[in-house]
C-alpha cells in the first residue's frame, strides 16, 4: 500500500512538467491581456516559458556569535539550574507553611497573636481579613 501511494505521489510529481502545454499571451483590441492554452486566430501571440527554475539548494545560517558557547557553558548552566532548584524548594517551604497558616485560620476561630509584646486574640474582622490576605499571597505564589 505505501509502495502504491509513493509511487503515485511520484508519478505526480514528475508529470507537471510533462502536462504542462504552452501557454499564450496577447493583447486584444480593448487593450486587455489574455492568457490561454490556444493562440488566438487570426491574431500574433507570445509564448510564455512555463519551466520552473531550479530550486537552490538551502543553506543553514551561520551561528551568530552570541549562539557559540564558551567552554565553561555547561558550568553556568549547571549553577543557573541548582540555583532554580533552591528558589523552586524555598517557595514550596513557603507555600506549605501558608497553606497551614490559613487551614489554622479557617479552623480555629479563637486564633491568638503577639501585638507589642504581649498576646491578644484576633476579632473576626480580622481574622477574616487575615483569611483573604493569606488566599491572596497562595493564589500569587503558589502555583
Known sequence: MRFMILTGGLVLALSSGVMAGQVYKWVDAQGIT?????????????????????????????????????????????????????????RARYCESMRTNLAQLRNNPRVRIEDGGEMRRLTEEERQAHIGETEKKIGADCK
Do not use: W
Not at 512555463?50 to 553556568?76: C, G, K, L, M, N
Open 34 to 90: 489574455h492568457f490561454s492554452a490556444q493562440p488566438p486566430e487570426g491574431g500574433s501571440a507570445e509564448v510564455v516559458s512555463t519551466h520552473v527554475a531550479p530550486r537552490r539548494p538551502i543553506e543553514p545560517p551561520a551561528p551568530a556569535p552570541s549562539q557559540t558557547f564558551a567552554p565553561d557553558q555547561a558550568t553556568i548552566d549547571r549553577q543557573v539550574r541548582q540555583q532554580v532548584a533552591a528558589e523552586d524548594a524555598e
